[in-house]
């Protein structure tokens, strides 16, 4: 490899604090399990490690699959039109798989965010289409948490370029680097203490939230004046939890959200982004929406309106909500100051919401519920899942008990309880 | 990708029309068809070029399965004991999948030959038999050459190294590089042009040796006096030829051979090695075996004896002939000299015999014979196909009629007829 010859302006030991996170606390990995890891190449340098550490867990297979941006470029300019719906459906019925056998599930992102940005907008959506049509049996067994899964996060070249556009080459993929540790606690001595500790604080909000049993959340800030109605059973998540194969795992690293699944058609009012949203490649900006009877029936957009339509347009769960996330305007990330173009990081900032499929282990009983009982309860089904940020610093939300009385939860971006 | 940046020693102009002669020569892609590329990832300036013709070609899937050598050496070093009898069953089904949908297969190698060397054989070997075993329904497709395929090569680092261990590293990747557009014709104003003369002439070649449709070939030379039966109703093949989907492909990116399928069970005699065996990141050495009833009895090598005989221990397959074919030792690749550890190139450079699974497509109404039909004819079955070499400049072969009359087919390493 000529890339072992080649300076990574990357900090060893972080990176591989990194990698033990993303198997011991992201993970969770069982002596035994398969894990199966999506990358692209230019993350070899964490997947490595990451493969070291697996294996000294116990890992038994370690199957990469590595992707190329240049190849995905070369398809969108040089494919013909037939190309576009279609997908490698045997790769992906086969990840279903390996899943359905017990194999864990790890992506390391690191990708250009802003790849497909200038690309013909109809074959991309095509393109995503098809291939979340075909990934979906895979998919769900993420989404349903059947399986324990964990996305981490390596500083690409490109990302870094757009994170610290001022900065030389090596300076922005070093700064990058430095934002992704502190951020996944990589930069701590114990990073597996201080990820059970956080744990731990992320644990006492989900589980006083469900004590509350809210009805509903009423989200008030600049351009803002939602009322989110909350699943039938809903239960709060964050951090650490259980997947269906009863392992332990953080399916995100950074994460400093707790979510729950809101009733998809129970959410009325105007809500306005407060950060940019980085979709396959185009960047979203200054949304404005009306929902009504759950459903959006008004969207608007500051750049990239035709982008955010598309992703409306993708079926018909695609104008609901499948998630809401409290996050405090205080958050490590919020307060690191940077935009980093990619929801892992960026949905860690502020408050959020998602178009799109429900998590199921957000409702009680959620392990043994049928799509239809899913349904009943108000969980949202679609092929997309898209987070984007409607919290910042002066956001207020006021939680509605099952009574109607109002509970604060938020005052000026912050937790009003402890 | 931080590749772009740094400066390949090798001749882009050239690399494209390797790429061309991929897509064009070894695959005939068909407009509208989908195909498999596995490749390490040192190679993906050639996947990249081949990916652009690919898809100019009429390409609508180009699926791309890359590898990474050090993950290969960290599973050796670091996973568990169990890890080695198991592979990753649901990707290579999923091959056997796509092949059985159409798809073409291409694959790109440039891996260092010696890259296990010096890893735990026991291990290796485990590890080879689990990933043949899985990778076997795919495999058999190829071997029965029911869909166009193809293998080139690239020049990687640590191959250049060992090719041209007296080099500097840049120059070493751009002499093997040099080699590789030689051999395989990218040097060529017109590569396409020149690779259908020498189709035509291999096929002249294999023409007159179904004509003459001889019993036996006697090979005589250096520590060499072999008798190999050819199977009931043989058939020679060379060069481009037509897989069952009915498209015309160059399987091997250079090909010199002219080859058929021995007789499993008529091959007697005592027979030597001429060059080194690359095999798995193992140089096997001076093999010397004696055959009787068409199974090897006795096995010796000078280098690489233990690896030699867990490949004769793989099955009961694994002793017998499974190709025998014909290269003259004025071949270009042999003119050239050089040792490529490779058996793309080197077994273009003699004459040699394979041990292990026989092509179906070099028996007579190959297509349609059932595995029982194909043994009942002579050709050998097994998980492995290991080709050496066994001619050179003193090889004297004989072809023995039905008859049992003698037809001079190699004098000195060289054709007697034209």
Not at 91 to 97: E, F, H, K, N
Not at 144 to 162: E, K, S
Not at 168 to 181: D, G, M, S, W
């Amino acid at each position: 490899m000529q890339e072992k010859h080649k300076q990574q302006p990357v900090d060893a030991v972080k990176l591989d604090r990194l990698a033990q996170i993303a198997v011991k606390t992201g993970l969770g990995l069982q002596k035994g399990q398969n894990i199966v890891v999506t990358a692209p190449v230019e993350a070899l340098p964490l997947l490595r490690r990451i493969a070291c550490h697996a294996y000294r867990a116990g890992a038994n297979l370690f199957t990469p699959l590595l992707a190329d941006e240049e190849l995905t470029l070369l398809r969108l300019r040089e494919a013909p039109e037939t190309s576009f719906d279609h997908a490698a459906g045997w790769l992906y019925q086969g990840m279903a798989a390996a899943y359905a056998q017990g194999a864990a599930r790890l992506a390391i992102v690191g990708e250009n965010p802003m790849l497909l940005a200038n690309e013909d907008a109809g074959k991309v959506a095509r393109l995503n289409k098809a291939t979340s049509l075909a990934y979906k049996p895979a998919l769900e067994k993420i989404s349903n948490f059947d399986i324990n899964w964990n996305i981490i996060a390596y500083p690409g070249l490109a990302w870094a370029r757009l994170v610290f556009p001022n900065l030389a080459e090596n300076e922005a993929v070093y700064r990058l680097a430095e934002a992704i540790f502190a951020a996944s606690r990589a930069d701590r001595e114990d990073p597996l203490a201080a990820w059970a500790e956080h744990n731990a604080a992320l644990r006492r909000r989900s589980d006083w939230l469900d004590t509350e049993n809210f009805a509903a959340l009423h989200f008030k800030g600049k351009g803002t004046d939602l009322q989110i109605g909350l699943a039938e059973g809903h239960k709060w998540s964050g951090g650490a939890s259980q997947a269906k194969n009863g392992i332990i795992c953080n399916p995100n690293i950074p994460t400093e959200e707790v979510f729950t699944t809101p009733h998809a058609y129970k959410v009325e009012g105007i809500v306005q982004s407060t950060k940019p949203l980085a979709h396959h490649g185009s960047l979203i900006e200054n949304i404005c929406v009306r929902f009504k009877g759950g459903q959006i029936i008004e969207a608007k957009a500051g750049k990239g309106e035709a982008v955010f339509n598309r992703i409306l347009e993708s079926d018909a769960g695609a104008r609901r909500l499948g998630e809401v996330a409290l996050v405090p305007h205080s958050s490590p990330i919020s307060a690191s100051g940077l935009l980093f173009y990619n929801t892992l990081f960026d949905e860690n900032a502020a408050c959020h919401i998602a178009l799109g499929q429900c998590y199921s282990k957000c409702l009680k009983g959620g392990a043994h519920l049928s799509k239809e009982e899913i349904a009943a309860r108000g969980g949202n089904s679609s092929l997309v899942h898209v987070d984007w940020m409607i919290g910042g610093g002066d956001t207020d939300i006021d939680g509605i008990k099952q009574d109607g009385s109002l509970v604060p939860v938020f005052r000026k971006g912050e937790w009003v309880s402890a």
